[in-house]
């Protein structure tokens, strides 16, 4: 279990809720994402500090009348951020240029599921 000795100030807590898309007019708010990640002091995900902790970079997916999925953050070797639950790549779900985002409140991220790109807004960014 990860503690808050464990990881180092730079980690923040984001949340990250569905935003408007078709069959989600106001989005949803019980839809998205709680990733735990070091970011720079701009708001972007720190690579370099991810790189010595990646066991403490964490996922937790969450919908309405589903189980939460629990995973990683994880990057692919040309610099691609992805969220990994299970081994393979069958389940991954892939951030559109999440290197360059900032995750700041009220920004949006996209992530790609099962070959469909979701927005989500970041909702709330915090230590943990």
Not at 72 to 80: A, D, E, I, M, T
Request: negative net charge; glycine residues 10%; proline residues 4%.
């Amino acid at each position: 279990m990860t503690t808050l000795l464990d990881i180092t100030p730079n980690f923040r807590t984001i949340r990250l809720l569905l935003a408007r898309e078709k069959g989600h007019p106001e989005g949803d708010r019980e839809e998205g994402y709680d990733v735990l990640a070091p970011l720079t002091d701009e708001g972007r995900l720190n690579a370099e500090e991810w790189k010595s902790h990646k066991g403490f970079c964490r996922v937790r997916r969450f919908r309405a009348g589903e189980d939460d999925l629990i995973g990683r953050l994880r990057r692919k070797p040309g610099g691609q951020w992805y969220f990994d639950y299970a081994e393979g790549d069958r389940d991954d779900e892939i951030g559109f240029h999440l290197g360059e985002e900032r995750f700041v409140t009220g920004e949006y991220v996209s992530i790609t599921r099962n070959g469909a790109m979701h927005t989500y807004q970041v909702a709330r960014v915090e230590r943990p």
